[in-house]
């Protein structure tokens, strides 16, 4: 019994350490002194790999547990629902849909369920309400970074879709937010490959980042299976830094070193996304920059594990865009939705969706300069703002229209 009991606690303690809502529980049980089990029994219901057909979405349907506990726990936690976040709002296409949910302190973030043709669905997924980095192509860095979610705020996007039975295939930390500058996604990843609790494979999670070279080596020690996708976009370094700043801090010789590490430590294979910004870094110069660092830079053995993934750029606005490009540089202009827009030249936030004859062109340049393994991306949602990119906060716009 004491080995029992002793392993039961050691499985307490992995899962209050990678969600603060089981510590939390935790914590109500002990105060009414329920027995240990109770907590199995909760997870069980809260999550997919239990029992249950479909994961609880409140403390009163753990049907294992008295109902008088089931009240205690409510009381205690003050709150009904188990997830800790809440939808406001919802949008669909035929391939997307779109779930903006309100935190606990009103901060807002955004969810994206795609449906492939071959029946797959994915989830695209918020790691940060807001961005602090500022990519000048991206609506969400307009926002500023408004706080880092929780690991269980993360994971919550994931089971709030499980929780009315749809089918989640796999992850992708893309949303809202650079993933590995919030340390609180690898507790969330934790939670996701936990076999108590979301029992995914780490080969179906990817994590998408601009680059941060510590949280490249954090991820190669503690998830080395979960997929690893780089954003580079532009191959010179200070074209890329006036895109994406934080390319000041993290060059591409030391991004790229991390990525061999990861490589060479795991195996895996490393996704290597190119937006294609029409007249700004889609030439011939561009196309053999971008196969100097993803090929012929490369040791030996990691060549073959980098693929590239062509993008097209979802505009953030096109009345924006159409105005600030016919404006002379450095002068300060107010759009046709009241936004003060200031031109300060190339790379400009605004930029022009190039054509899929643009992609595929620019497709033949990376071939013709050495690319081995390439894809052009799909872009899903675009007509719902849900694309990639254009996970954009409405609310934001409006409370400042109102203000």
Known sequence: RKVVQHTMKAASDVLSRISPRISRLRAALDHHKAAPFRLSQAVNAMYPAGSEKRPVQSWMEVSGWPVALREQVGEHLKQSSILALTPAMHSESSQAHKIMFELDDGNRIEAVRMSFRNGKNSLCISSQSGCALACNFCATGAIGLKRQLTSDEVADQVLYFLQRGHSIDSVAFMGMGEPLANPHVFRAISQLT?????????????VSTVGIVQGIRKLTREHPQVNLAFSLHSPFEEERSALMPIGKVNPLGSVFEAIDEHIQTTGRRVFIA???????????????????????????????KLHINVLRFNPIGQEEMDEVLSVP????????????????GMPSPFYRRTTPHGIERF?????????????LRQSFGLDIDAACGQLYAAYEKKAAATS
Request: aromatic fraction near 8%; charged fraction near 35%; glycine fraction near 8%.
């Open 194 to 206: 936990h076999p108590k609790m979301f029992a995914f494979s780490p080969r179906r999670i990817s």
């Open 274 to 304: 190119y937006l294609v910004l029409e007249g700004f870094n889609d030439s011939e110069k561009h196309a053999r920059g971008v196969m100097e660092w993803v090929r012929h830079k490369r040791p030996q053995e990691v060549r073959d």
């Open 329 to 344: 540089t450095g002068e300060t202009i107010r759009s046709r939705s009241g936004a003060e827009l200031e031109v300060e």
């Open 363 to 375: 497709e033949g340049l990376l071939r013709k300069f050495g690319a081995k393994s390439i894809t």
